[in-house]
């Protein structure tokens, strides 16, 4: 196997702490989570080291792709991922996304969408933590398209243009819409969640009506680091702590 990929070349040494050609498949198959770096890459050529280290790899549960080129090939090369992480990433074709059935957790963390609606259509339903923050551009989160997710208990939003529309979350705990814009309808919409337990919004939303009445039933708060919470368990029992 040949990775022209420096990051993941030298990440993988580290793990196992020995040269990159003398990794065995039986090390390759330990492995349950993995970081791929595409900076710097032509797209072909990033496409071609993950699908090399993904085929060595069958028992991976949670991918972590950063300023990577998502193209379908690799899309369907991730199948039993249960927990993906894109950062700086785009995808060959928004419309056609097909995310693997087993997933329970997702983070979009500055990436690059036309639209949204191909990625969180294609969300499944067992889907219990989506982390959306500061996109890289202006395109809508329509949040009506995650009302199909029964089993969705942390959402974030935080600086992300939603369409409220529709707000149907009824097993959502935990609610991040910091630096999202929001206003009186969206606070009497958020009052209906059955299950919410925590609230974050911007301190400048604090004098919204609805917003006091709210907070004598739930937490509300202005800083996510003033609440930890732990993502539901993914794969090896491991939980993430949000911060």
């Not at 991730?78 to 997933?103: S, T």
């Not at 983070?107 to 259509?121: A, K, Q, R, T, W």
């Amino acid at each position: 196997m040949q990775i022209t990929n420096e990051k993941l070349n030298l990440q993988l040494q580290v793990l196992f702490n020995k040269p990159f050609e003398q990794i065995t498949d039986e090390e390759y198959r330990t492995l349950t989570n993995l970081t791929i770096n595409s900076h710097g890459l032509q797209p072909e050529e990033a496409e071609k080291n993950i699908m090399e280290i993904l085929g060595k790899c069958p028992n991976l549960e949670s991918i972590r792709f950063i300023e990577t080129y998502i193209t379908k090939r690799v899309l369907g090369a991730i199948k039993g991922i249960k927990k993906l992480n894109l950062e700086k990433c785009a995808f060959e074709d928004e419309k056609e996304i097909v995310l693997p059935v087993e997933l329970n957790g997702i983070e979009v963390i500055g990436c690059f969408f036309d639209n949204y609606d191909g990625l969180l259509s294609s969300l499944p339903e067992t889907v219990e933590t989506i982390y959306f923050s500061f996109p890289a551009d202006e395109s809508t989160i329509k949040a009506n398209l995650l009302e199909k997710l029964k089993k969705l208990r942390v959402l974030i939003l935080d600086g992300c243009i939603v369409d409220f529309s529709s707000l149907n979350l009824n097993e959502c705990e935990y609610l991040s819409l910091l630096n999202t814009d929001i206003d009186e309808s969206v606070i009497e919409k958020i009052s209906r969640l059955p299950k919410l337990q925590k609230l974050f919004i911007s301190n400048r939303y604090n004098p919204l009506p609805g917003v006091l009445e709210l907070s004598e039933r739930i937490d509300v708060k202005n800083d996510l680091s003033e609440y930890l919470y732990e993502e539901p368990e993914i794969g090896d029992g491991t939980k993430k702590v949000w911060y």
